[in-house]
């Protein structure tokens, strides 16, 4: 089968052609457009800019990947099409969304409305097959080990924080999510505070790396609630508390030493990452899922898979992450979700296909 994914509900617009056969899934084709460079001018995503922007790249990007890929040509067209139709920004998934559907309708081909937190939870099942190739191993290695059910999904990204139980193949239950800012988005907001670019998340990391984690004692918010919520907005008011009493500052950022910044960076990303790791825990001990699975943009950050990985070792749960490549929002995780949507017959027609922006996985 090979499958056409659209991913356009943020600041990505990622286009890919996916073949599914008994190895597991390859990519045959994939391009992605960031529109990060135009909204870090903002300090965040502008959402009309963001539906401009996807409306500018949506059928290039088709257009490149469908020409880029050899067994398509054969074929002419693909075998499904998979979108992501929610959760997201509404001007980025309608575009999605429409191109998906005229397609469907041109190709007469089946259309998937895929969950955007489903597309990353199955990115956990996607190798960089081109990287393998590079490596010159055998094609069957591309296969990755099927995901052991039942799992548990920590899905941490810049729109994103959510537990989520899975008990079967596409059988979710959402058990905890944030209250207010996600994750990701926290720090966002921090690292704008200390003058760095939007997404600030990575470098926030990446002086983290050198600095002490124990500096300065941020609030882990709800750590210890009888639920598996989370809360960041304290946190950031805190990190802007500690900024605002600590150095000086006529404007709104802060400039810290490097040896300072690294110990803030350190210290606030150990507060997150302790709130992220508690309470995943927590859902591992009552729930007993036998993978816990680790996804979206904050997955990337390598202090967070360790540190879980450390703390499911007692706990006999296997831990799967991403590639780092696909942490971030693509089309081919949209993809790999859509096939087993696909596989199950959840076809929608295409003229009643309509992007939601506020879909919970369910
Ligand atoms: O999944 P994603 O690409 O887009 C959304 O759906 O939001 O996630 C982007 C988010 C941003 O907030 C970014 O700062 C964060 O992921 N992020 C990180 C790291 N890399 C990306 N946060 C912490 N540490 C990182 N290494
Ligand atoms: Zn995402």
Known sequence: MIILGIESSCDDTSVSLVKADKNGFEILAEKTASQIDIHKKYGGVVPEIAGRMHAEKILPLIETVMRESPSIKTQGKPDVICVTSGPGLITGLMVGVEAAKALSYLWNVPLV???????HIHSVEISN???QI??????????????????LALIASGGHTELILIKNQGQYKKIGA???DAAGECFDKVAKLLEFEYPGGPKISKYAENGNPSAIQFPRP???SKDF?????GLKTSA?????????????????KPNHLSDFCASFEQAIIDVLVGKTIKAVEKFKPKTVILGGGVAANKKLRESLQNSLTTLNCELRTPNLKYCMDNATMIAV?????????????????VADPNWEVS
């Open 113 to 119: 409305g895929v969950n955007h937190i489903e597309g």
């Open 129 to 131: 097959f081109k990287f």
């Open 134 to 151: 590079s490596k010159q191993l055998p094609i069957t290695n591309y296969q990755l080990p099927k995901i052991k059910y039942p799992a």
């Open 178 to 180: 944030t209250l207010d």
């Open 222 to 224: 709800m750590l210890n």
């Open 229 to 233: 919520n989370f809360s960041f907005s």
């Open 240 to 256: 802007l508390y500690w900024l605002r009493d600590n150095v000086k500052s006529q404007t709104n950022t802060y400039n810290l």
């Open 337 to 353: 979700a859509g096939y087993y949507k696909a596989k199950n017959k959840k076809i929608t027609k295409w003229n009643k296909l």
